[in-house]
């Protein structure tokens, strides 16, 4: 049974940089099986996919937030990471890390509140 | 990309059948079979309903229906029961290999 984990500051300042880690277990994010995203959630709000990472490094963003979003695995700790530069109030959320396979997400974090605010 | 469209919310009395629609575009919901749906009870993770238009994941109950006409995805809960009081997300794969999800219901149990 996958599990994952977020983790990360919950509290970042205006146009700093938003940095998270999901921590993988019960499986490898070496599988071919799934895919590795991040999505996040407002206040009150709704879902919005931010990237994904294959297993073979590549990678996919969300075309509006692609200019400030990075996703990179680490093999080595069965972790994968999600930056997101120069963030606003907007980027306050609940941040889910996920895997999916092909088209569903099969297995969700609890999630990890991160607020943007001096 | 825009957000797949959803009604804000949906009523019905327990063991009622309700229908939740997801409407998007060719680009997205016609386009592809990728439809799926997410349960998300207040404070929680979202939980995977349906998959691929109108697959149940192991556990999901049979009360659970997905289908698809054109560019509208469906959920359709029967029976309905005080535990699917719960916000609803429909998401889809999309032509430009991303992910869009809709913008959600509020099923309420009256």
């Known amino acids: 049974q996958l599990q994952l984990q977020e983790s990360g500051p919950g509290l970042v300042k205006p146009s700093e940089t938003l940095s998270l880690t999901c921590t993988v277990s019960g499986g490898s994010i070496s599988s071919s099986s799934y895919y590795w995203d991040w999505i996040r959630q407002p206040p009150g709000k709704g879902l919005e996919w931010i990237a994904s990472?294959?297993?073979?490094?590549?990678?996919y963003y969300n075309p509006s937030l692609k200019s400030r979003v990075t996703i990179s695995g680490d093999t080595s700790k069965n972790q994968f990471s999600l930056k997101l530069s120069s963030v606003t109030a907007a980027d306050t959320a609940v941040y889910y890390c996920?895997?999916?396979?092909?088209?569903?997400?099969?297995?969700w974090g609890q999630g990890t509140l991160v607020t943007v605010s001096s | 990309q825009s957000a797949l469209t959803q009604p804000a919310s949906v009523s019905g009395s327990p063991g009622q059948s309700i229908t939740i629609s997801c409407t998007g575009t060719s680009s997205d919901v016609g386009g592809y079979n990728y439809v799926s749906w997410c349960q998300q009870h207040p404070g929680k993770a979202p939980k995977l309903m349906i998959y691929e238009v109108s697959n149940r994941p192991s556990g999901v109950s049979n009360r659970f229906s997905g289908s698809k006409s054109g560019n509208t995805a469906s959920l359709t809960i029967s029976g309905l029961q005080p535990e699917d009081e719960a916000d609803y997300y429909c998401s889809s794969y999309t032509s430009s290999n991303t992910y869009v999800f809709g913008t959600g219901t509020r099923v309420n149990v009256l």
């Open positions: 990472i294959y297993y073979t490094g590549s990678t």
């Open positions: 996920a895997t999916r396979s092909v088209s569903y997400w099969g297995y």
